[in-house]
Structure formats: structure tokens, C-alpha cells
């Protein structure tokens, strides 16, 4: 019944700032003790999580990517949205979000409540 939908800008140019948003539908971003995270995917490589934003609003951060990620909630709109500052073709990836009783969900199981992704290409 719960369902996530991702969305983006699409194409952005190095330097830019990147606004994610993830809109969930059939659950609140706010039942406790679930935490809504921020998964990418580039192209020919692995799983990699971001960080993710609690039910209480706590934030959850992956040190590589701190520096450059800004995590927030609408709870009005039900929405998760992360912000991608500093972008570099490095940072184009599919991005997924996900829904899961942990800040850390299995990559390996793909465990938790996942949206369709939404691609994001940095070029100039």
C-alpha cells in the first residue's frame, strides 16, 4: 500500500545544486520508528546510501557525502527531500527512495518500500 515517487530535475550542470524530492503515498513520513533514506546507483557500480531523515526529523549522514547533502521533511505534504549541492559528473546516478524500519536498509535484500528512481545526469 505504501508507495514512493521520486523526482528531479533530470539534467543539471557541474556545480549545481540538485533538489530531490521523494512524495509517499498510503503511510505517513512520521509513523515512528521508521526512517526514510536516500539510495543512488551510477552507472556500472553498486548500491550506495546517502543518509537518510528519521520519523522525528534526526538526520542520519554518510561521511563522503555530508559536506554536500541537505536532508529535510514536509510533513504538510508527506514529502522527504534531499539536497545535492555541488554537483560533478561523478554524482550522475539513478536515485531511489526508501522507506524502512532502519537509517541503514539492506542494499543486498533491497529491503523496505523503494520508488521507481528518478535519473539524474550532471554534464556541461
Known amino acids: 500500500q505504501v508507495q514512493l515517487q521520486e523526482s528531479g530535475p533530470g539534467l543539471v550542470k557541474p556545480s549545481q545544486t540538485v533538489p530531490l524530492t521523494c512524495t509517499v503515498s498510503g503511510g505517513s513520513i512520521t509513523t515512528p520508528d521508521f526512517y526514510w533514506s536516500w539510495i543512488r546507483q551510477p552507472p556500472g557500480k553498486g548500491l550506495e546510501w546517502m543518509g537518510a531523515i528519521a520519523y522525528s526529523g534526526i538526520v542520519y549522514y554518510t561521511p563522503s557525502l555530508q559536506s554536500r547533502t541537505s536532508f529535510s521533511r514536509d510533513t504538510s505534504k508527506n514529502q522527504i527531500t534531499l539536497q545535492l549541492s555541488s554537483v560533478t559528473p561523478e554524482d550522475t546516478a539513478v536515485y531511489y527512495c526508501?522507506?524502512?524500519?532502519?537509517?541503514?536498509?539492506?542494499?543486498?535484500?533491497?529491503?523496505?518500500?523503494w520508488g521507481q528512481g528518478t535519473q539524474v545526469t550532471v554534464s556541461s
Open positions: 526508501v522507506g524502512a524500519r532502519t537509517p541503514r536498509p539492506d542494499l543486498t535484500r533491497r529491503g523496505g518500500y
